[in-house]
C-alpha cells in the first residue's frame, strides 16, 4: 500500500498545543487501520515517519479486505491526534468470490464433474513476473 | 507501423475474406496521424530508409547471407512509400474507416492520453475528463460516438464504469482475474461477456491466447528463427556507415534494417533466414488454430451458449516488436475465416447484439494487466511520487473550474492549455517508462514540464495574475492535441455526452 502525506507546519503545531505539555514530545506517525465487514476502523499498527510531507510503502496484508490509514501525532503516553485521513483502499482477493479458489468454466454444479474430467480447471491468480516475461503491459 | 497492417487487412477485404476484428485508436494515435507536421516527416523518413536501404545493398553486394536481406528491407520500404503515397493516399484514418464502413472492422477508443485511471480513484473528475476528451477526439476524427473503450492497462476500477457510463460507451474489455474476481462470480469466467452495475458490457480477457503470444518463454515471438528485435544497423554499423542516415545530430538509433534472428537468449546471435521463419509462422499459426478448435469444444461441452475467446494484442505487437506476426496473423485469419471453420471470428458489437438471452450482472474487480495484475507496473518505488503531483493538479483544476463557470478570452484559452497539460502529464506511458528504465530521463521531463506548466497557468489564473500570452501560444502550439477542449469537463455539472447524441 502506498501512503503520501503533506502537512502544514502550522497544523502540526497546533496539534502540538492540543496536546498540552506532552505535544513537544510527539511524533509523527502513520497509523493504519482495517475495515472491519461492519464498516468500523480497527487499529492494527503504527508506523513512524519524519517529516511533514513524505511518501511510504506499506507491505501488506491480508487478502480481500479494506484499509485505511490516518497520518498524526502520538505521545510517548500513547495519545493520538489525527491530522489527515486517507481513502480506504482495497488488497486483492485471493480467489473468486463465493467460490472455491479455482473457478470452474462452465460453473453450473451439473457441470462440474463433466469439466474436471476434461481438465477445464482454471486457477485465476496473480500473474508471477518472470524475467524473460514479454508482459510489458 | 500501421502500413503494413492495412496491407493486410486492404489484400484480405480485396480477396473477400470475411474477417472481423476490433481495433482501438487511441486520441493520440489519431491526432499523430492527422497532424501535418508528423506526416511530413514521415514522408522524409521513408526517402531515408529507402536510402538507407540503398546503401545497404550496395554495401552487402557479394554476400549470399545479408544482401538478400537488404534487398528485403529495401523492397519493404519501397512498398511502404506506395502504400502511403498512393494506396492510402497519407491518410490512414480514411483507410481505418473504410474496414469499419465495409464491416470488417469495429473501431473503439481509449481515454484521451492513455491515462492510468486506476490510480485516479482520488479525482473522479480527472477519470470522467479522460474518458470524454477521449471520446470527443474519436468523433472529431471518426465522425461518430465510440461504443467501446480500451481501458488503458486494462486498468478497472468501479469509478471507471461510472464515467463509461455517463458518457455513453456499451463495452469494454477487462484483464481474466477482473472478470473471475468479479462479484457474484461470472458463471463461465471470461468466456461469456457480462454486465457491470452501471449497464457496461465486459468482455474478459482469455488467458490462453495471451500467454501463447505474450509469454516470453511459451510466446510464439520468442522463437529462434524469428528475427531479433534489437540487433538493428542502427547500433551494428561502422560510425562512417551509419552517419548520413542519422537524425538528431548523429544519436545512433534503430533504423528497422535488422539482420539476425533471435537464435538463442545467451551467445552468437546467428543471420536472419526469412525461409525458415516463414515455416514457423505456418507451424505457429496452425497450432494458434489447433489449440483454439481444442478450447472452443472443451468450452462447448459445458457451456450452454458459444464460447467467446477474448484474444487482444497491442497493434504495435505485429511487425514491430515481432516482425512476423503480420503473416502470423493473416493466416489465423484466413483460417477461421473459411465458411467451414469450427472457430470464427467475430467482433462486440456482433456479440451486443446475439446476446438476446441476458447477461450475467455482476461487480468486477480492480483489476489490471501487467506485473501481478494490481497496479504494480504504473506504482512503486520508482514512479510513485507522480502521484501526489497528478492528485493535487485534478483537485486544483477542479477548484478553478467551479470558479470560472463560462471564462473567456485569455482566461479561456490558459484553462484549456491547463487540462491539456493535465491530461499529457497523466499519461501512463511516463510511469511506465520510469519503471522499465528505458528512456527515464526523458519520462521524467514530460511529466515535469507539463506538471510545472500546468501550474504556471493555475496560479495565474486563481490570482488573477497577468500571463505572457507569448509563453501561452508556445505551450499550445507545443501541444496541438485536442484543439476543441473545454476546460468545464472539470465542472461537476459537465453532462457526459451519451452515444449518438
Known sequence: MYCYWELRPETVEAARRKLGADGGKGILVLRVYRLTPEGSLEWKFDVEISGQTGERFIPIFPAGESWSVEV?????????????????????????IGEEASIWVGLQPEHRASASGLGLKMRIGWREHSPGSLWGK | ?????????????????????????????????????????????????????????????????????????????????DLWRNRFRTDLIGAFRSFEQTGHMELITTAATHGFLPLMEVSPEAIRAQVEVGCRAFEEFVGRRPDGFWLPECGYIPAVDQALARCGIRYTFLETHGIAHADPAPPFGPYAPIQSPGGVVLFGRDPETARQVWSGVEGYPGDSWYRDFYRDIGFDLDEEAIRPFLYHGGIRTATGMKYYRITSAVGQKEPYDPGQAQRRVQEHADHFAAERLRQARQLSQVMRQPPLIVAMYDAELFGHWWFEGIPWLELVIRDMSRPESPVRLTAPADILRAATAGLHRASPHLSTWGLRGYNEMWLQESNASFYRHLHQASRRMKEVAAAFPSADGLTRRLLNQAVRELLLAQSSDWAFIVAEKTAEDYARWRFNRHISRFTRIIECVSRHEPIDEEWLKQAEKETPIFPSIDYRIYREDHPGTPAGS
Not at chain 2, 22 to 28: E, G, I
Open chain 1, 72 to 96: 498524526g501525532l502520538r505521545t510517548p503516553s500513547s495519545k493520538f491526534i489525527p491530522l489527515a485521513r486517507s481513502n480506504v483502499s482495497q488488497t486483492p482477493p485471493a480467489g473468486p
Open chain 2, 1 to 81: 507501423m500501421y502500413l503494413p497492417l492495412l496491407d493486410l487487412f486492404h489484400r484480405l477485404r480485396a480477396e473477400r475474406v470475411s474477417f472481423r476484428i476490433a481495433l482501438s485508436l487511441s486520441p493520440t494515435l489519431l491526432s499523430m496521424l492527422a497532424d501535418p507536421l508528423l506526416k511530413s516527416r514521415y514522408e522524409f523518413h521513408l526517402e531515408n530508409l529507402i536510402r538507407l536501404s540503398d546503401s545497404e545493398c550496395r554495401r552487402t553486394i557479394g554476400s549470399p547471407v545479408f544482401a538478400p536481406l537488404a534487398r528485403m528491407y529495401r523492397e519493404r520500404f519501397l512498398l511502404c512509400r
